[in-house]
């Protein structure tokens, strides 16, 4: 079997492994075991919902295509994430530099008032 699809639930669920949870669905379980499955089932809704996900799949080759595709657009989210943390840094830097400027023609200005006055006097 695929190793992604091992991995499909890796940190999700503490008590049941993701081997037994392909094994129930595909029927591979003996019934001690499968009566620990269904009851952990019941227990966890998110580990529900993921069984029956996986159960609507007929073939196995369907969700090694799956994986792969929600593999793809998680890096392609992450990268995008990553682009988009950028950006504020460089806009920060605008400001930052827009404040500076600011702040130097108030200087200069103040400068030149006090010297006009200065003069007047």
């Known amino acids: 079997m695929n190793k992604d699809l091992l991995n ?3 940190n ?4 049941i492994s993701n081997q037994q949870l392909m094994d129930y669905l595909a029927g591979k379980l003996p ?3 499968k ?3 269904e009851q952990e089932l019941a227990e966890n809704a998110f580990l529900n919902d993921a069984a029956e996900g996986l159960s609507q799949v007929s073939d196995p080759q369907q969700i090694d295509f799956f994986v792969e595709q ?3 657009d998680l890096l392609q989210k992450v990268q995008n994430k990553k682009k988009r943390r950028r950006r504020p840094m460089l806009q920060q830097r605008w400001v930052y530099a827009g404040i500076v400027l600011i702040l ?3 200087l200069a ?4 008032i006090a010297k006009y006055q200065a003069l007047k006097h």
């Not at 200005?109 to 030149?112: A, D, I, K, N």
């Open 8 to 10: 499909i639930l890796s």
């Open 12 to 15: 999700s669920n503490k008590d």
């Open 31 to 33: 019934d001690a075991d």
């Open 35 to 37: 009566h620990a499955v």
């Open 70 to 72: 929600l593999n793809r």
């Open 104 to 106: 130097a023609l108030l």
């Open 109 to 112: 200005t103040f400068l030149m």
